[in-house]
């Protein structure tokens, strides 16, 4: 059983444990997922019809008249209640939590050790770790306990290993998933100007740096240069965002909604920009990369691995606004070589990544399931 505690989106970080759960299902494993909140995407549709299990901390959405009918009629259950019954009614073998935050289903992975459930870990993202011995001593013990700690960037890994003042030798570094082909075919965009660069992540600026793009380019000698910057996803600071580039007058800047054909994206963009303050390894650099795209980063999470400064892309030296201006102002003057360090991004991605990752993590999960549980 998959658990994703992740708040209602759908966003990269179910893409990893979303395609093992395809692969495992399709090879004969029953396979089910919990989420604390209702959810509906389409990537849930196609696990459903492959006959994977759905369970929800809270109910579907109901009339009006259905949800005063049933408060009247029951107390709702809570989602953990719900959570003890779908472990009650799946009976897994092994229950996978996929982290986007170090304390993501801590309270779930302790009632799986005390019911003596084997359990497992993917961490897409470390966030600062700033928190209280009781809380810090419920995540040592949460780590200590799993089976299996995977984390898709080492910065993180290394976060947590100084955070906890111990080794996790129950840890693996392993390659993020990615939503695109292994090689897709787009060309370098026929437009050379104006240059067009993609932020594409959550509007949730607190981590992805959105803040810092709208300064940069609010500011000369960027208002006067031929250069657009794309902001694509969807979050809960879409509002604030737009009324901050509205005042800042940072008119070369767009919100281009979700979509969901990533190679219309790379079509008529020639980079991507993650101005972000602390990562996982971010899909949407893997999907940049393996278009041939360069990257301009901060120095934070699996950026470290891949982004060569001069080479597949510019790397900031800190994770802040003025460090990043310094990057952009080094990829301007070098941005007659974008498609050169696109073509080495997309060597370097495409020897980093899993060509088939939901294959080979499923290995790694069947693997985990062998170990305690003999073959017949």
């Given at each position: 059983m998959f658990v994703s505690l992740i708040p209602s989106y759908w966003g990269g970080s179910e893409v990893l444990w979303s395609k093992t759960a395809a692969v495992l299902r399709k090879r004969g494993q029953p396979v089910g997922v919990f989420f604390a909140m209702f959810r509906d995407a389409p990537a849930i549709d196609s696990l459903k019809r492959a006959g994977v299990q759905f369970f929800f901390g809270t109910p579907a959405p109901e009339r009006w008249?259905?949800?005063?009918?049933?408060?009247?009629?029951?107390?709702?259950?809570?989602?953990?209640e719900r959570y003890l019954n779908a472990l009650a009614t799946f009976r897994p073998e092994l229950v996978i939590f996929s982290q986007c935050a170090v304390c993501d289903g801590l309270e779930e992975m302790q009632i799986c050790h005390s019911l003596g459930i084997p359990y497992a870990v993917i961490n897409q993202l470390v966030e600062p770790l700033?928190?209280?011995?009781?809380?810090?001593?419920?995540?040592?013990?949460?780590?200590?306990?799993?089976?299996?700690?995977?984390?898709?960037s080492k910065e993180n890994r290394e976060s947590v290993r100084v955070f906890l003042g111990r080794g996790l030798p129950n840890a693996e570094v392993i390659p993020n998933a990615y939503d695109c082909e292994y090689e897709p075919i787009v060309s370098w965009p026929k437009e050379k100007e104006p240059l067009r660069l993609a932020l594409v992540g959550r509007l949730e600026p607190e981590q992805k740096g959105h803040d810092m793009i709208i300064d940069i380019f609010s500011s000369q000698p960027w208002r006067?240069?031929?250069?657009?910057?794309?902001?694509?996803?969807?979050?809960?600071n879409l509002e604030m965002l737009t009324r901050?580039?509205?005042?800042?007058?940072?008119?070369?800047?767009?919100?281009?909604?979700?979509?969901?054909n990533?190679?219309?994206?790379?079509?008529?963009?020639?980079?991507?920009?993650?101005?972000?303050?602390?990562?996982?390894?971010?899909l949407a650099m893997l999907e940049a990369m393996l278009h041939g795209r360069p990257v301009i980063?901060?120095?934070?999470?699996?950026?470290?691995?891949?982004?060569?400064?001069?080479?597949?892309?510019?790397?900031?030296?800190?994770?802040?606004?003025?460090?990043?201006?310094a990057a952009l102002e080094r990829a301007w003057e070098s941005r007659e070589s974008w498609q050169l360090y696109g073509e080495n991004?997309?060597?370097t991605a495409r020897a980093h990544v899993w060509p088939n990752t939901g294959e080979v993590m499923a290995d790694h999960v069947a693997s985990i399931i062998r170990s305690f549980i003999p073959e017949t």
């Open positions: 008249w259905r949800r005063w009918a049933r408060k009247i009629a029951l107390r709702k259950p809570t989602v953990r700033y928190y209280s011995d009781e809380r810090w001593r419920q995540i040592d013990s949460c780590y200590k306990h799993a089976l299996k700690v995977w984390f898709v006067s240069r031929p250069i657009e910057v794309s902001f694509f996803g969807s979050g809960p901050r580039c509205k005042f800042r007058q940072a008119s070369q800047i767009t919100f281009a909604g979700t979509v969901s990533v190679a219309s994206i790379w079509a008529d963009h020639h980079a991507l920009v993650i101005p972000s303050r602390y990562e996982g390894q971010s980063a901060t120095p934070v999470g699996g950026t470290l691995d891949l982004v060569r400064d001069g080479e597949t892309g510019f790397l900031a030296a800190r994770p802040d606004t003025a460090a990043f201006a991004a997309a060597t």
